[in-house]
């Protein structure tokens, strides 16, 4: 029976590991969203702005610098946050790579 204002909850303890994973993941995906639908409100909404982007290098050329968030990650919300959002901006950029290189960029 349908149940319009039911609430479902789902818990799953998610290793930080795999959450970093599916976080590229989800970073890949959103090039494939933004592609079907390049707006550019669509692209601020999904993360995609020079502001990310840049902090994502700083961090890749810093890597003792997001090594120590990726160890703080298990006590601190902040740094869990920064790693996974860092490994979002991963995907993304992989994916506009991949893009580039197949001549659909």
Request: positive net charge.
């Amino acid at each position: 029976m349908y149940e319009p204002h039911a609430v479902n909850y789902h818990c799953q303890d998610v290793a930080h590991d795999d959450q970093k994973e599916k976080m590229k993941l989800a970073g890949r995906s959103t090039v494939r969203f933004y592609r079907k639908h390049p707006d550019f409100a669509v692209k601020l909404n999904l993360g995609m702005t020079p502001v990310s982007l840049g902090l994502h290098s700083a961090l890749t050329h810093a890597p003792l610098l997001l090594g120590y968030f990726d160890e703080r990650a298990k006590h601190s919300k902040f740094a869990r946050d920064l790693v996974q959002q860092y490994y979002y901006v991963a995907g993304i950029k992989e994916a506009l790579a991949a893009a580039q290189r197949d001549g659909d960029g």
